[in-house]
Every structure is written in C-alpha cells, then in structure tokens.
C-alpha cells in the first residue's frame, strides 16, 4: 500500500548530528502522527497534527521537532541526536473521525551511535 | 493515567489451532478499541475497531469481542495459519481525543 510512505527505511548516524525522518501520505488525510517503538514499551506518541500548520505534543516529545507546510508531508527531526533516541519511528494518519483506522508506515529504523 | 494492559506477552500455538488475547483498560473517557497485526518490520495494521455499543467484530478468522463494563476486551484467532505470526496490539481511543493509548502487545508464534 502506497498511501504512506517513511525515508529512510534504515539511518545510522553519530550523536549530536541533526537528522530528518520524512513521512508522506497520499491520503490528503487530515491526521497525521509520529511514533517511537521500542522494546518493553507500546507505541509512544512524539508528535501529531491536525491539519497543515497545526501541531501538537504527544507524550514523549522532548529532543524532537516536527513541522507540517502541507498536508501531504510530516517530517520529525531530531535536532541534536542522542543516543537514547535510538528506535524504529512510525508515521500513522487518520481521517477526521475518531472511529477510522491509523494507517502506519512501515517505519524507520534509526542507530545513533 | 490512562493504561492498557495485555496478556499473555508471548503464545506460542501449532497450526489449525484456535486462541484468545486479552486486553484490558483504564481509559476514560473511552471512544473506541482496536486491534492490531503487526508484522515483524513493517507498520501496524487494523483488524477491528469496536465503539462502546459494539460487543464483537469480526475481520476474516479474526473476532474481537468488548466489555464496556468491564474494560476489556479479546480477540480470537480461529484455525491459525502461519501467518498468523505477528505481534497483536490492543489500542484505546480516549473520548474527544485521538490520542491512542497503546498496549505492549502479545507475541504470537504459530508453528507448523
């Protein structure tokens, strides 16, 4: 299913380094989130955003900063790695009802070394 | 603070074989509950989703059943296939919101 698609797949990169996870949907879905997932825990919501121009926090938002010029496309950045950072990140949208299904990417896998 | 638990952590089942993951919360106010596959290296995927007034869904082979009384929730997994091998995560939508609230999932391993 192409209506999302996550780049990189794969990222390595060094501690302190800025980097830029990109998330585009096809959709013209009005939500749009970002997730970490890691080992012991569930999904963690980081960001999301209701509309273009309209973001939000979610629960573990610290270290990161997102951005949404158009509706199509959430980027996240990490503005200074770290390596507690180190995780697969998902993008999901949804439409504008509560009861429609999260369509998630397929996530990128991001090492800070 | 909003929870959601799941049991077991890990099943391991043989094929053709039936079995049911529990999953319980304290969300509230509540919207809806979810299911979700998740494949190992790709997204999750949506199987149910059940509002407060919906007791069972069912998707394929794959019937989700809810409690609103008692918070919680199951999902069956009839006649498994290898397939079927997946991590399943149970998901609440607080009401008003759509601010998830994700269990750890349940790691299902379905052998030949």
């Known amino acids: 299913d192409a209506g999302i698609t996550q780049s990189p797949r794969y990222k390595i990169t060094e501690t302190g380094r800025q980097v830029t996870l990109m998330c585009h949907q096809t959709?013209?879905?009005?939500?749009m989130f970002w997730y970490r997932q890691d080992l012991g825990h569930g999904l963690r919501l980081i960001y999301y955003?209701?509309?273009?121009?309209?973001?939000d926090k979610g629960e573990v938002p610290d270290g990161y900063v997102v951005s949404r010029s158009k509706t199509e496309n959430f980027p996240l950045t990490l503005e200074s790695a770290t390596r507690s950072q180190t995780s697969v990140y998902f993008c999901a949208t949804t439409g504008l009802y509560s009861n429609q299904p999260q369509h998630f990417g397929d996530g990128t896998r991001l090492s800070i070394l | 603070k909003n929870q959601v638990e799941q049991s077991p952590q890990s099943l391991i089942i043989l094929e053709g074989k039936n079995c049911t993951l529990q999953?319980?919360?304290?969300?509230?106010?509540?919207?809806?509950l979810r299911w979700y596959k998740q494949d190992t290296g790709r997204g999750p995927v949506s199987l149910t989703i059940m509002t407060f007034s919906e007791n069972t869904k069912s998707n394929g082979r794959y019937t989700a059943t809810l409690d609103a009384d008692t918070k919680q929730s199951s999902l069956h997994i009839t006649a498994s296939q290898l397939s079927d091998s997946a991590s399943y995560i149970c998901?609440?939508?607080?009401?008003?919101?759509?601010?998830?609230?994700f269990g750890r999932g349940t790691s299902l391993i379905v052998h030949p």
């Open positions: 998901v609440v939508i607080s009401g008003g919101s759509y601010i998830p609230t």
């Open positions: 959709w013209s879905h009005s939500y």
């Open positions: 999953c319980n919360y304290t969300v509230s106010p509540f919207s809806n």
């Open positions: 955003s209701a509309a273009a121009d309209i973001t």
